[in-house]
């Protein structure tokens, strides 16, 4: 399993920014695609995370700012990153769980700054 996210880049204080994800090879039909972060200095953070059921689930530090979709699709997981933050900045990664095992993308860096 591969995965591949597109999307980072530089952006002002409330702006916004969509991320994609893509993952190749064989993904069940019943899986949970989502994104962590990691900030410099910090641990990777789990923010969100959906199921090809379309159940959601946010960290408390973007709940209401970011929203996760998977557009119907089995390989594909979408960001909105909106009111970006100075400390939104990290590198961004997606992931699929297949059985319980994460595979992980290289990632796609978010920096949020005037």
């Known amino acids: 399993v591969q995965l591949q996210a597109f999307g980072g880049g530089l952006v002002q204080p409330g702006g916004s920014l969509g991320l994609s994800c893509t993952a190749s090879?064989?993904?069940?039909?019943?899986?949970?695609m989502g994104w962590y972060r990691q900030a410099p200095g910090k641990q990777r953070e789990l923010i969100a995370g959906?199921?090809?059921?379309?159940?959601?689930n946010y960290a408390d530090s973007v709940k209401g700012r970011f929203i996760i979709s998977r557009g119907g699709a089995v390989n594909t997981v979408y960001l909105q990153l909106n009111s970006l933050r100075p400390e939104d900045t990290a590198v961004y990664y997606c992931?699929?769980?297949?059985?319980?095992?994460?595979?992980w993308g290289q990632g796609t860096e978010v920096t949020v700054s005037s």
């Open positions: 992931f699929v769980r297949i059985s319980g095992i994460p595979y």
């Open positions: 959906a199921t090809t059921g379309g159940s959601t």
């Open positions: 090879g064989t993904i069940p039909r019943m899986n949970t």
